[in-house]
């Protein structure tokens, strides 16, 4: 049978910038690359991604329409500074477009101890029925066995963190001007019980809903949870969301995919390109920077994947696959790695990696010392940091709501590797 997308001389030397004629895009703009000093050692401590990121280029908002992000374009000895809306240039027929299709549980629970106390719930995912490991605060304060409820109507709701905001006490009890059946109205509405400390913050919860379905409740009392470095409200929710998402799954957005509209994925279509979507429910590790000094001492929590068949045979039939965001690529090198279509994965993807699916990858620009920035790192190689540089100079706004680049995998991390397996060799 024939390699999965050809060959690998067919996949290295095929243009990862697409069709000829993006050469005359109205918004492109080719800037050499400067000669740069970059360690070519392979990540061992976190501080090996560390980089400076001013607070001032943290976007806050979303651009006015979707494709008018950014996009910086990697062709390996020059960039390409260009829109989201050229992006469908980029592409050409045999190409495979996969994105994560799952959608942000308004997961974020506001809710009070018996005592008035604020608490903070954030669900992570379900362990079993209506039980979920979840990030609590303040997890250290609560006691096993403690149940928390949503704030009774009236009741304002604070930050559990906030020493601005006074706290009250164990024994203070607060009269709000509210009715009891409102107040109980309330706490049957959603409850839940605080169990094993699983630490780092986290807690097992048990979620009470009065058999109400929890995904009915938590979209009438649940908001969508923002990254922490995120300060300002969103006005419109959805923009925290993809145009294309169906279950909602994850605690955090695929983000690369919020730069796409309707529109722009027909535009793909048009050029050639198919379009495939696969499930990594987003989870905790988007949160939490890597608090250890050496790489080989973090540990990777747990993300639910799943890969359909149809997307399988797509792969495998694809000459190119170009993946959405760093959850689309940890989800398809998951499969690749252990042949299960569907389960969980703590893949923790390093320099150097043995590359079975993904070729080219649209992806934001990621926070200093992360696994994420990990995963670039192995994908591209050191010449990240280059990219980051060209990015912070040329006034691209970083993180969620930021801009996009797009690149191709480097050679370099694959030479000892054997990167494309054949067909018959992949799941």
Known sequence: MPEHASDNSRRHTAAVFGSAGSAGASHEQTHAMPAAVVSEATPVMVADLDYDLPPEVIAQTPTAERTE????????????????????ELLKPGDLLVVNDTRVLPARLRMRRASGG????????????????????????????EVVTLPSVGQPTSDPNDPHQEQPSEQQHI???????????????????????LGEGRRLVKLRTGGRRLLQVLQEVGEVPLPPYITEPIADSERYQTVYGRRSVSA??????????????????????????????????????VTAERLDDHEMHTEHYNVPESVQHSIKQADRVVAVGTTVVRCLEAWAATGAASGRTSLFIRRP???????????????????LLCLLDAFVGPRWRTLYDTALNS??????????????????????????PTQDELP
């Open 175 to 197: 009269e709000y001007p509210h009715t009891e059946q409102q107040n109980t109205e309330q706490s049957a509405k959603l409850s839940a019980v605080i169990g094993d400390d």
């Open 252 to 289: 955090a957005a695929p983000t690369a995919g919020l730069h796409f509209t309707k529109a722009l994925l027909d535009q793909v279509r048009a050029v050639g390109a198919e379009v495939a979507a696969v499930e990594l429910a987003v989870g905790l590790d988007t949160f939490r920077p």
């Open 69 to 88: 992000a950014r996009l910086l374009v990697d062709q390996r000895t020059s960039v390409q500074h260009r829109f989201m809306s050229d992006f469908p």
């Open 395 to 420: 006034g691209y706004r970083f993180l969620s709501f930021g801009d996009a680049m797009f690149v191709s995998r480097a050679s370099t991390t694959t030479t000892s590797i054997s990167a494309h």
């Open 353 to 371: 990696y043995p590359w079975r699916v993904v070729d080219a990858l649209l992806t934001n620009f990621h926070l200093p010392r992360s696994t």
């Open 118 to 145: 604020a608490v903070e719930v954030l669900l992570l995912h379900e362990s079993n029925d209506n039980t979920w490991e979840a990030l609590v605060r303040p997890s250290r304060r609560l006691r096993c066995g």
